[in-house]
Structures are given as structure tokens and as C-alpha cells.
């Protein structure tokens, strides 16, 4: 089987449309996923286990260096950057921040670029600053996909325009359009 | 600006020709990233710094403390110094000396949250502490315990919730241990606790234990990240070697042993507890 994954960022507004996303998926995804949200500092604590209500899929804060595997969802633990690395593992670091975030959505999807190649879906959603445009732009280096969330949908635009923008958004689409998306590219298998 | 993969070797390579520094097992894309700022910072090519390392000695040291990462803080993660209260503190108490090694202590406000704690526990006077850095410049700023008020504040809540966690008790004030002034933009440590600390170079890449001591304490958090699998396993098991029977070592939240090296300790928590010889 394709080794395939779909990474997703947002920071203002986007936390409900997460939780949403994970509520509907399969019981069995098959791939991982990987999702970095910027959040407050202080907020440590009780994040993945608000996910992991709404889902039956093992919803994870990983080791640094801990071996990635599918059907687990990663997400970008706080105050730590969150690298896919070549070997299938996960990297994290305290280095400085990026775009004035930690987790940068951009290492994350530069790195899963590089590791996933054209097998990797992109997403990104609501927010309030430029993170993630970097990355969009490798992911379609790779020839990955990369999907933005309407901005007309969003609590905050700048993210996803900010990505449009950048001429490396692949589709523009609403929640509910990002929801079949996601279940589509999970059912597919190359 | 995009760097190749062989620029990056090939740094490596005439970085460990020339001075002692290996950066063979750091984390590729950690040390990509440092790579990266580097070069922007310095706005030039990998391989003008790469030239410049060649013949300038003190260029090539300046290089080194760019590479590392150097953020600590005060109290970090509470809830691991509450499992340090729990499980370690009560057999400190035990020993008639206590070795504290803090490995990548950087500009040590962990190393003096450190000791506010084992002072809070009536352990300050028995316990001998060494700090280690790659860093030499970042340990004289540890030495003198100066710190920027605006980069150090928002931890200051930390020290609450760890050393002022039961509530009928007189409030420990943040003046016992530090005298901070806002207006000089200035945290200082007192020099009570600064006394109680020495500090060393270490490279923990390359250096085994440089101390003609073991270990009843090991604190190394959030370092060995920058590190690959192989070299984690190795650190993992020099720690092991320098740890008395019984000794503990604390590391990151994120961070876990899991080489072969992880039977040989007990886990509580981010609390790892070297088994004696007979298991």
C-alpha cells in the first residue's frame, strides 16, 4: 500500500472545525494524520483528550523520535515544532519560533512534503496568520494536494488567503466539501 | 533559501576535521533548520560560511552557539516537578550527599529552579551541582543567573504552582530567591544559590564522564531531541554508566528511552530509576 498521509493546520477558529473533522471519520483510517494548530502557550494540558472524545481513532501527542503509525492522528504537541522525518519517525524541538508560532504549521507541512512526496493531502483552515503558505508551496513542489478552507467560510481568512494567494492552493472548498475530500483520499488506495 | 543535502555533509564533515565538534547524529531537520538560519542570518551561502569556518577559529565557535538551541525556563512544566516532589525527593533525603548533574543546562533557569526546589525540601546544603553545556559563553550567563525580565516573566506563574501548591501555607515570595526589577528589565538570581553551582563545558556527543564523580541526579531535558535515534541510545547509556545504583534521571515531557537501555530503568512518569545490579 502507498505509504500516504494528510496534514492539517490552523490556528484562530479552527479548533471546533477539527474536532468536527475527527468526528466524522472512518473508524478506520488506514494512514496517519497529522495536525498543528497554534494555541496558547499556557494550554498544555487536556487538548488531545478533548479530541479524542468524538473519536475512535488514537489521538496522539507523540515522543520525539517515536515511529509514525497509520491510523494514529499526531498532533503538534504545545511549545514544541513537530518534524516528519526520513526515517518514519517524528522529531520535536524547542528551536526558535517560526511566523511567531511553535508548532509551525510550515515545518510540519515542509517536512511531511518531504518524507510523503505526491502521496500527501494538505489542509489547511481558519487563521490568523500566514503559517502554512510556505508549506502549501512545497507540498505542491512534491506534487502533493492542498486544499484551503474557503475564506468566506472562515471565523479568521488571512490563513487560507494567505495560502490562495501564494498560487498553490489546488481547491478552495467549504467544510462540508473538506470532509468528503478527506474521506475520499482515505479510501483511496493507489 | 534552499540548501542541499550535500552542502549539509559536507559542512559536517569540515566542522569535524577541523575542531571537535560532530554533528554527524543530530536530527536532520532540526539541524537543517539551524542551517537555514544560520546562512539567512549571516546572508550568505552555506558554502561562503563553510569558508569562512576554515580560517577564522572564533568564527567557526560563533557557529557552534548558533547551532544550539538554547532555551530553558524557569519551573518548565510543573507537573513533572510535582512527580519529582513524589517520586525522587523522598529518597534524596536519604543520602548524606546528593550529585546533581544538569546536562545542557543552557543559560540555567532550570539549574536554579532546581535548587530553589531542593532548598523549598531542606536538601540545598548536601547537594553538589555541576552544570554542562556545549555553549561556553551560554554558561557564563548561567554563572552570573542575569536575566532578561521580558523573556522571563510569563514563567514566573510556574514557580507558584510548583513551590506554593498548598494553600493554608505562607506564600514562598518570588524575593526569597530572586530580586526582580521590572524597570531594569532584570530577573537576578540570589547569590546564595549561585554559589551553589559550578559550571562545565561538555560536549555530550563526544564527552563520557569528565566529572571523577557518579550521579545521584541527572537532569537533561529537551536536549537530546536535537539528537538521532543512535546517538539518544548512546547518551542514554552513558547516563546509565553515571547514575548511582538507585540514581534518577528526569527528561523532557516529550521524551522517552527506547533503546534496549530502558530495562535497566524503572519509569515513573518523566522519572527514570537505574535498577540496581541483581534487577
Known sequence: MTNKAIVIGGSAGSFKIVMKIISLLPKKIDIPIFICLHRLRSARKGFAETLQINSSIK??????????????????????HMYILQNGRIGLSIEEELNHSRPSI????????????????????????????NGFKKIKEYNGTTIAQDPQECEVSVMPLSCIKNNCTDKILTIKEIIKEIQFFISFNI | MDIHDEEIKEFIEIFASLST????????????RRMEKIVNDNNCSLTDIIKKVKNNASFLEKIVRDITVNTTELFRDPKVWLEIQKEIIPKLKELNTINLWHAGCSSGQELYSMLMFMNENGLLEKTKTIGTDINTEILEEAAKGNYKYRFNFEYLPNFDQVLNVIPEKEKIPYSKYMDIDQSKDLIKIKPFLLNKA??????????????????????????LIYFNNNLQNKIFDMFWENLNE???LVIGLHESIMGPISAKFIKKGQCYIKKSANG
Open chain 2, 246 to 248: 538507585g540514581g534518577f
Open chain 2, 21 to 32: 565538534y560532530n554533528f554527524s547524529d543530530y536530527s536532520e531537520k532540526s539541524f537543517r
Open chain 2, 198 to 223: 559550578e559550571f562545565l563545558k561538555h560536549d555530550l556527543v563526544k564527552d563520557k564522564n569528565i566529572f571523577s564523580r557518579k550521579f545521584d541526579f541527572i537532569i537533561c531535558r529537551n536536549v
Open chain 1, 106 to 133: 510550515d515545518l510540519t507541512f515542509i517536512t511531511a512534503a518531504e518524507y510523503y512526496k505526491e502521496n500527501l493531502l494538505g489542509i489547511i483552515l481558519s487563521g490568523a496568520n500566514d503559517d502554512g503558505a
Open chain 1, 59 to 80: 489521538i496522539i501527542e507523540p515522543i520525539d523520535k517515536e515511529f509514525i503509525v497509520a491510523n494514529n492522528i499526531y498532533i503538534a504537541p504545545a511549545n514544541y
